[in-house]
């Protein structure tokens, strides 16, 4: 299977470039809870946080260890819109050695210096490992979009809107 390599590196690029994530989960009443985090990616396009146990998206995942992310541009106009819908399984990273190597690149980016160690030592991380991404960019043309599927054999494309460009002229 052919992997959707440019379609992957726009989604890399954006993940790169912002900071925050909004993330959802379901509670047990029904009820969608959703919380901004701070995130780093690595290059499977794999998301990591730190968030207390305790705290309500977290006891979420304990009864339902899927989720659904979005990460997008502040935009001042309808074409400036530019984002990534995804969703899949969300795990605690367990590997002290793993933990220890995401937290330093984490704190690095985030510039976290010793004030927030005990945040972080009480704090878990989290891994969301996408099964589903959707990307939109206006800029390309009004509802231009293209969502991908994790297969066992990679990313595939599943879907594809070219933009409506006499929306985009005006």
């Known amino acids: 299977m052919k992997q959707p390599r440019e379609q992957l590196k726009l989604v890399a690029a954006l993940l790169?470039?912002?900071?925050?994530?909004?993330?959802?989960?379901?509670?047990?009443?029904?009820l969608a809870a959703v919380t901004p985090l701070f995130y780093i990616a690595d290059e499977e396009l794999s998301l990591?946080?730190?968030s207390s146990e305790s705290s309500c998206h977290s006891?979420?995942?304990i009864n339902e260890p899927r989720a659904a992310v979005t990460v997008y541009r502040k935009a001042e106009s309808w074409r400036q819109i530019r984002g990534v819908q995804m969703r899949g399984p969300v795990s605690?990273?367990?590997?002290?050695e793993r933990r220890r190597a995401l937290l330093k690149t984490y704190c690095e980016r985030f510039q976290l210096g010793r004030v927030f160690r005990l945040a972080i030592r009480q704090s878990?991380?989290?891994e969301f490992h996408p099964d589903f991404i959707r990307y939109i960019d206006?800029?390309?043309?009004?509802?231009c979009k293209f969502e991908l599927r994790r297969q066992p054999e990679g990313w595939s494309l599943s879907r594809t809107a070219f933009s409506l460009r006499l929306?985009?002229?005006?």
């Open 16 to 30: 790169a470039e912002e900071t925050t994530l909004a993330l959802a989960t379901g509670g047990e009443d029904g």
């Open 48 to 50: 990591y946080w730190l």
């Open 59 to 61: 006891q979420n995942l």
């Open 92 to 96: 605690k990273v367990a590997s002290p």
């Open 124 to 126: 878990a991380l989290y």
């Open 138 to 143: 206006n800029a390309r043309g009004f509802g």
């Open 167 to 170: 929306f985009t002229e005006a």
